[in-house]
């Protein structure tokens, strides 16, 4: 036997809705979806570097049956967000070379641009201290 709850999520842009069947137990399943929720941001901190917004919880409420699941008005939004983080050498702090207001303007350099000639000893300056140096970009 199976319960069908909508679990609502929200990220620092948006908040959304999904529906999920699990098999009943006894158990709390605010704790469950929010376990489920914790192994998910561990795997994109993991895979993707801890720069992503988290989804968090924000309720679990179980459909009952012969009620028709509410539909969202809208698709929820999907938010890029990249960043090129590196170790400063001279300031020794970790920084988003992003944050170089004339980065894409001054390079030619794809978006996740990797082991290419463009990518190799890209003279970059660091946002913080102004240190100039060299870096090898790498997705």
């Known amino acids: 036997m199976q319960k069908t709850f909508n679990v ?9 809705t999904n529906q999920y069947s699990v098999d009943t137990y006894e158990i709390d399943y605010t704790v469950y979806f929010q376990n489920m929720i914790n192994r998910w941001n561990e795997q994109w901190e993991s895979r993707y ?6 989804s968090t919880l924000v309720r679990v409420e179980e459909v009952k049956e012969g009620k028709e699941p509410e539909k969202p008005e809208a698709n929820p939004i999907a938010t890029w967000s990249i960043s ?36 190799r000893d890209v ?17």
């Open 8 to 16: 609502t999520l929200k990220d620092k842009d948006s908040e959304w």
């Open 49 to 54: 570097g801890n720069n992503l917004g988290f």
């Open 123 to 139: 003279e970059v300056v660091c946002p913080k201290c102004h240190h100039e140096f060299k870096v090898d970009l790498e997705f």
């Open 84 to 119: 090129l983080d590196v170790f400063c050498p001279a300031c020794k702090e970790d920084v988003d070379l992003l944050d170089c207001e004339d980065f894409w303007e001054v390079r030619k350099l794809s978006a996740c641009e990797t082991h290419t000639e463009r990518s």
